[in-house]
């Protein structure tokens, strides 16, 4: 079945996939908690529907757009993804490293499409720059979301590293298998089962990070709840001074453990009852 529906089939129906999750995360951003990297992974969405769409209507737009534009926004969307994830882990910011890639894909996509056609060297190239993104992706869901979240995400390490090696076979294929592509909308079953193995892999890569999210939200909740469990029951409290004692043993001013154990701040002030002893203590000083 792979091999009798053609690649601009299976990318117009990857386009309308897309565009549909693109609706669920612009809902979940909308309406529920979502943290820093989610917006990003939106933008994502909607710049990989564009660009499978304009893909899918190469030979019917002109080529700039559905060849370098399209190209252009899928590159731009991985990029998205990955940017997304430095901020939901709060890892370091490489932001230059994706602009820089899709300029490079604009730049060497207009001289394999004008000044030297050549197909198979434009699939080599996206190819090569989805390994370094996606495998970098892959990389920091496996080193920092445990730190932050103390739990994994393996479903979407797995598909991430996925989608790097298959795009490892793709220029494999490319450079010693496949001979010269003429059209890539006709080329071998081979780049059909790519097409599905792309926007499958895109379609998995959203539901990971929309379950990447609510891992955080339950991470959060389950601190907080931590944290009104720390209130309740018997606490330890000096009769004296009244400090307490925490669970190391260290007796802390009631403000700082309860600051510490909730998100409660302090004003001071006196009370009628301590302002009325301290005035009559300063009346009684003044009178001797």
């Known amino acids: ?11 117009f129906i990857s386009s309308i996939i897309s565009l ?12 529920r908690k979502t943290y820093n990297g989610f ?10 529907s564009f660009g499978m769409v304009f893909m899918s209507l190469r030979s019917i737009l002109p080529d700039f757009i559905s060849i370098i534009v399209a190209n252009m926004l899928l590159i731009a969307g991985f990029g998205f993804i990955a940017y997304g994830l430095e901020l ?4 370091t910011r490489r932001i230059w490293l994706f602009t820089s890639l899709t300029i490079l ?23 090569a720059i989805i390994i370094i993104i996606y495998g970098y992706s892959g990389y920091l869901v ?3 979301v445990p ?22 076979l793709r220029v494999i294929h490319s450079v010693f298998i496949e001979g010269a592509i003429v059209d890539y909308m006709n080329a071998s079953g081979f780049y059909g089962i790519t097409t599905v193995v792309f926007f499958s892999g895109n379609i998995f890569i959203i539901i990971g990070l929309i379950v990447l999210n609510f891992q955080k939200v339950e991470f959060d909740l389950k601190a907080a709840n931590e944290e009104v ?6 606490i330890p409290i000096c009769s004296y001074c009244k400090k307490i004692r925490d669970d190391q043993g260290i007796w802390n001013q009631i403000e700082a453990y309860i600051h510490a154990h909730s998100e409660a701040k302090f004003s001071h002030g006196i009370c009628p009852e301590c302002m009325n002893k301290l005035y009559q203590e300063i009346d009684d000083e003044n009178d001797h």
């Open 229 to 234: 469990n720390a209130l309740r029951g018997i």
């Open 20 to 31: 549909v999750l693109c609706i669920c995360m612009i809902y979940i951003s909308t309406t």
């Open 142 to 144: 496996h080193m920092y």
């Open 105 to 127: 894909t604009v730049i060497l996509f207009l001289y394999f499409t004008y000044y030297s056609p050549d197909v198979n060297s434009r699939i080599i190239i996206i190819s």
């Open 1 to 11: 079945m792979l091999f009798v529906i053609d690649i601009r089939t299976l990318s």
């Open 88 to 91: 939901f882990t709060n890892s």
């Open 147 to 168: 730190r932050l979240i103390n739990d994994r995400n393996t479903f979407l390490e797995v598909v991430f590293f996925i989608q790097a090696f298959w795009n490892v």
């Open 39 to 48: 917006t990003q992974w939106t933008i994502a969405s909607i710049l990989y």
